[in-house]
């Protein structure tokens, strides 16, 4: 039997941050703990890590796609946060930023880590933004160091 994993710790990679300014009271949280992560447990460089702010959430895909083109990253970590309001806005920019960002990974090949919070409500992303749910941008962080080590440890097994 063969089984392949990623560890999480990535010295070299080099790190793009894409991040939304709406919600950004959230969204702070969310850096901290995506670039806590990277250097505490990761081992990332400070240097290697470079932070894209962006409007909103929807400009996030391609914000990533254009990151994504220059070779310069390894992965790229999306960051924002989506609160539902009474139209239907939320599903439009949630859902765009969702898939656009599945298919920037697919299309550039790197992976993308899909920090994006959805939320019914503020308290719902507070709760996820460092407090009671844990940090989502830390977890987004971790899985792109991860998914970096899984995609390297495939290619060399061929
Ligand atoms: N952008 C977000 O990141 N989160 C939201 O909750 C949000 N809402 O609710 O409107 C939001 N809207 C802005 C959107 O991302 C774009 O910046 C805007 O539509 C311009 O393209």
């Known amino acids: 039997m063969k089984v392949i994993e990623g560890h999480i710790a990535a010295p070299q990679a080099r790190i793009a941050i894409a991040i939304a300014r709406f919600n950004h009271f959230i969204n702070d949280s969310l850096l901290d703990g995506a670039i806590d992560a990277l250097k505490r447990t990761g081992q ?24 994504a083109n220059t070779g310069e990253y390894d992965a790229i970590v999306a960051l924002g946060t989506v609160i539902r309001g009474g139209t239907a806005h939320f599903d ?37 933004a460092g407090t009671k749910a844990g940090n989502k941008g830390a977890e987004a962080a971790l899985t792109a160091l991860e998914m970096i080590n899984v995609i390297n440890a495939i290619k060399a097994n061929v």
């Open 44 to 67: 990332v460089a400070d240097d290697n890590i470079t932070v894209v702010w962006v409007p909103g959430a929807y400009e996030l895909p391609l914000t990533v796609k254009a990151l």
């Open 92 to 128: 439009y920019v949630a859902g765009g930023a969702s898939s656009g960002l599945a298919t920037a990974s697919m299309q550039s090949e790197i992976p993308v880590a899909f920090g994006v919070l959805t939320t019914e409500n503020i308290e719902q992303a507070i709760e996820r």
